[in-house]
């Protein structure tokens, strides 16, 4: 394996061989070569490893649409091509079924769509033809791209006012990797084919961060106001407060007391309730903590003992009907374990944190880290 002296960005090589004896000897085949090709995202900055040299890296991550991690119930579509084409392999660089997502047919009307489980801020995406080796290219053109944060209210992604038309893999085999300029929330997205060579193939990935994460100088959201579309956290340090448009992990900047003094005032800000240590009983009684009781606006109460969480509706239906007033009995919503991380209980508490799990023998677990990470439980970057 060979490395270049000087870095180079490219989608398309050309390796230009040198010439030979064209006076064959009988029995001798032409030169071959096999060749393969070995770079890093171009996305965020380059930094230097431990040699000093520069390397890139990726401020985005999959969805898991590649990697697996988002279970086949969650890729869908409106038609396919019959089995073997079903959205199950849909997935990025999958050689699964027939290599690809196809559509009954190349139409906007029909779509792949993915649930990505949480909402993500979306970045990027990457699409790709149907995986062969007969030489036949099967693939969509050109699309276009909707996505939702809820399932019910979808919205198409819109440049200068249109609705974008992206393009799609041109080549058998071929990646195409977009970058949204203007990132958009989404739990669920749809791939939409417009044009297409021969079947509308696709298989796809996405990149984006979780909501859930946060920088690391901000220790907790403290509201979010709807009606300007900003958050507001505190410092780890606990000294300071934050502000942040559009995204609890865009770039956040420094306010005064007065400032968040006067933003809890606003009707529209939807406060955060910070949740104290609960130490754990030896018996569940069905009944939250009083101290960890919440009302909802529409008068439902939540609420929080130290192994579950419950609720408590108000019916909607008239007040004669039984129970009286409505109210009915604490319900659970979901349980948890409590352990600690070394406790062996193999994949039960998803230790591995960039990777995938697998059980062992002695009730452990080994953590497969996805690419670019590292150690046990594949927390660390590797660099």
Wanted: glycine fraction near 10%; include cysteine.
């Amino acid at each position: 394996m060979r490395g270049f002296k000087f870095k180079a960005t490219a989608r398309f090589v050309r390796f230009v061989l040198p010439p030979f004896d064209k006076r064959l000897k009988a029995g001798e085949e032409l030169p071959s070569y096999k060749v393969e090709l070995f770079g890093c995202s171009d996305t965020g900055k380059a930094k230097p490893d431990k040699k000093g040299n520069e390397r890139a890296l990726s401020n985005t991550r999959g969805s898991g649409v590649e990697s697996g991690v988002i279970p086949d119930n969650q890729l869908t579509s409106s038609s396919n091509k019959g089995p073997g084409y079903e959205a199950q392999y849909s997935r990025l660089n999958s050689r699964s079924g027939a290599g690809a997502w196809c559509a009954g047919s190349c139409h906007p009307s029909t779509y792949l769509q993915i649930d990505l489980g949480q909402v993500h801020l979306l970045r990027e995406l990457e699409v790709q033809s149907k995986h062969g080796d007969s030489g036949v290219t099967n693939s969509v053109l050109s699309f276009y791209f909707e996505y939702s944060a809820d399932g019910a209210l979808w919205k198409y992604y819109r440049v200068n006012g249109a609705n974008k038309l992206f393009l799609g893999s041109t080549l058998r085999n071929l990646a195409v990797r977009h970058k949204l300029l203007v990132p958009v929330h989404a739990r669920f997205v749809r791939f939409r084919p417009k044009t297409c060579i021969n079947m509308a193939c696709m298989r796809v990935e996405l990149f984006s961060y979780p909501d859930s994460d946060l920088p690391p100088n901000v220790l907790n959201v403290l509201g979010y106001d709807p009606v300007g579309n900003v958050h507001y956290g505190i410092s780890t340090n606990k000294k300071t407060f934050l502000r942040s448009k559009f995204s609890s992990f865009m770039k956040w900047t420094g306010i005064s007391g007065n400032i968040w003094n006067k933003a809890k005032e606003s009707p529209s800000l939807i406060t955060a309730t910070e949740v104290p240590f609960v130490p754990v009983l030896l018996r569940d009684e069905n009944k939250p903590y009083e101290a960890l009781t919440v009302s909802s606006t529409a008068g439902d109460k939540w609420g929080s003992s130290s192994r579950e969480l419950l609720i408590k509706q108000i019916s909607r239906k008239k007040r004669s009907v039984s129970p009286p007033g409505g109210v009915t009995e604490w319900k659970k919503v979901f349980t948890w374990i409590d352990y600690p991380y070394d406790m062996k209980i193999g994949c039960l508490g998803m230790p591995c944190d960039h990777g995938t799990c697998a059980e062992t023998s002695n009730g452990g677990y080994r953590c497969t880290c996805f690419p670019g990470y590292k150690g046990k439980r594949c927390k660390r970057g590797a660099l």
